[in-house]
């Protein structure tokens, strides 16, 4: 990721939400991954932008050895508490731009809801240096699914309610860009389905997950949740609502 404090440590005081209430990968990247380049359980991933531990979790749970990189102090922490002592999970202190791993020691370069954070031109050259010659790049998003009324009148929520929203998401994802920043390598898209079942309670915390959502005590704070009150009442079944997403895979090989 970028160095500068604003994007290491925008997520610091969001760290519970996140933990509770964003979403793991599906099962299936696993599977993908091993049809798709051969993945097997010997691959040495680094997780760049690791978060806390969200995006290790499949790959780690498959018995790969993953270097974590992550430069904000608290998501480190919520991510050594996750996998409590795993001996395949390994934390680091870095940057995408300053691993600190060896140079062609990784099978595997795996991004999980990170990539817009980097600063694409040495996130790169660092990318380059420490994957191995024959080795792969993943770009992975979940993306929220737009496709169904509840989560479209989400959507129009946030643009309509929170400034901040429209800025981040304009970061987001950039196929042109996201193929010349994989470039030599060729890449390929993987999309897999995804959900998540809320009550209110954690539909509010999957939106205070979110480093644009406002907290509490900010100006619009209420109205915002006030909204998202009215927006699951018109939507919940039996106290639920289900919270769809795509899960994009921009796999560099």
């Known amino acids: 990721m970028q160095t500068n404090k604003s994007n290491t440590t925008r997520f610091s005081?969001?760290?519970?939400?996140?933990v509770k209430y964003r979403p793991h990968y599906p099962k299936e990247i696993i599977e993908k991954l091993s049809q798709t380049i051969g993945l097997e359980s010997n691959f040495i991933v680094a997780d760049i932008g690791s978060g806390t531990g969200l995006s290790?979790?499949?790959?780690?749970?498959?018995?790969?050895?993953?270097?974590?990189?992550?430069?904000?102090?608290?998501?480190?922490?919520?991510?050594e508490a996750f996998f409590d002592g795993n001996?395949?999970?390994?934390?680091?202190?870095?940057?995408?731009?300053?691993?600190?791993?060896?140079?062609?020691?990784?099978?595997?370069?795996?991004?999980?809801?990170?990539?817009?954070?980097?600063?694409?031109e040495k996130a790169k050259k660092e990318f380059l240096r420490i994957l191995k010659p024959?080795?792969?790049?993943?770009?992975?998003?979940?993306?929220?699914?737009i496709h169904d009324?509840?989560?479209?009148?989400?959507?129009?929520?946030m643009r309509n309610l929170i400034p901040e929203y429209a800025k981040v998401t304009q970061k987001n994802i950039n196929v042109d860009e996201?193929?010349?920043?994989?470039?030599?390598?060729?890449?390929?898209?993987?999309?897999?389905?995804?959900?998540?079942?809320?009550?209110?309670?954690?539909?509010?915390?999957r939106l205070r997950s979110s480093s644009y959502a406002p907290k509490e005590g900010d100006k619009n704070y209420d109205l915002v949740m006030s909204a998202l009150e009215q927006l699951f009442d018109s939507y919940q079944e039996n106290g639920k609502v289900i919270f769809k997403y795509d899960t994009m895979l921009y796999v560099g090989r």
């Open 13 to 18: 005081d969001r760290v519970s939400d996140y």
């Open 56 to 79: 290790s979790q499949r790959f780690v749970e498959a018995g790969n050895l993953v270097y974590a990189v992550e430069p904000n102090l608290e998501m480190r922490q919520a991510s």
């Open 134 to 145: 024959e080795g792969t790049i993943v770009l992975a998003w979940n993306e929220r699914s």
């Open 149 to 157: 009324p509840f989560q479209q009148e989400y959507e129009r929520l």
């Open 178 to 205: 996201i193929r010349s920043f994989l470039a030599p390598k060729v890449m390929q898209l993987i999309e897999l389905d995804n959900q998540q079942i809320f009550n209110l309670a954690e539909l509010k915390g």
């Open 87 to 120: 001996k395949n999970f390994k934390p680091i202190n870095g940057t995408a731009e300053g691993t600190t791993l060896e140079d062609q020691s990784i099978d595997l370069i795996f991004c999980g809801q990170a990539y817009h954070w980097f600063d694409f």
